[in-house]
DNA sequence: ACCCTTGATTTGACTAGTTCAAAACAAGGG
DNA sequence: CCCTTGTTTTGAACTAGTCAAATCAAGGGT
């Protein structure tokens, strides 16, 4: 019986590894992960493996079209198994924590910039930049150092 | 009488210095400069100028206002002095020219994602991923080898 | 015109994140 | 079971950017 990466993984073209399902499985788990984060995460399942070969997994991943990756600005990349719904992100400035938003207005109102100045546009990237639920209430928390929070 | 950058710097509560005069002008040239170009293109008033101070100048000048700070996946920071306009980027994925566009759907469409997941949203950064004019015409030669390019 | 304070620049070392290249290895077709 | 070729491994290197201490200069006060 092939698992569903297994499965995908060969689907694609690639072959199916320990490094590569150990990878699929730290992003599974971890919606928006950093090159870092899976190292770790992937070493539970495969002590052994190197920084190096999660950056070529991941490069096969996104090459294919299973992974897409992410680059907030000032950030390491991070990398998510949603594809192909060209939805967008909500990035905290305080914590860097990343959230999946869907366009607001139809299915890709972005697309359509006023003036393309004679680009051939096949992306619009968007970013949210803003304070994650936490940050806001630890921000509050700071500035007033009020509340029942004790201790 | 003053020229209009020391009296912007003035204003903004900055000194005004040689490095900073010429990292200004050279974005004046250079709508969408990176670090390293301005080193390049301010050393010719200031031939001693280090990066290290050219980082130091951008970071003064982006934290007043008067320059703005865009970091495209993949490539080096640009630095640009149109602010405060929350204008958009067009980005060539071949040869990395930028190009600046208004946001197409009134003031800042994107500024209302449909579910902001508890976030409390301040910018909506979009970059518009696609080929420039010249790289769809040198990609359109290399594919056909026709037409009336003579050798 | 000079001095003094404070902000700016310089110098130099250093880091994180990522990429490159060559050698060893293993997936999976025959 | 072997062979081919794609993958992983190992290790070094590279780039963009940051940090910290020392020197320097802008420009206000006198």
Not at 70 to 96: K, M, Y
Not at 107 to 115: E, G, I, M, V
Request: proline share 5%; glycine share 8%.
């Amino acid at each position: 019986m092939e698992t569903t990466w297994t499965h995908r993984l060969r689907e694609a073209g690639l072959r199916v590894t320990r490094p590569r399902l150990s990878v699929l499985d730290v992003l599974s788990a971890h919606p928006h992960a950093d090159a870092d984060t899976i190292v770790t995460g992937a070493r539970a399942q495969h002590p052994t493996l190197s920084p190096q070969t999660v950056y070529g997994v991941l490069e096969a991943l996104v090459s294919v079209g299973l992974a897409r990756r992410i680059e907030p600005a000032g950030a390491p990349a991070l990398f998510e198994l949603r594809v192909g719904d060209n939805h967008h992100h909500l990035v905290c400035r305080s914590c860097g924590a990343v959230a999946d938003v869907d366009c607001a207005v139809g299915a890709a109102p972005c697309l359509s910039p006023s003036d393309t100045a004679g680009f051939v546009v096949d992306e619009a990237e968007v970013v949210f930049w803003g304070l994650c639920r936490r940050c806001q209430l630890s921000a509050a928390d700071e500035s007033e150092t009020v509340g029942g929070t004790s201790a």
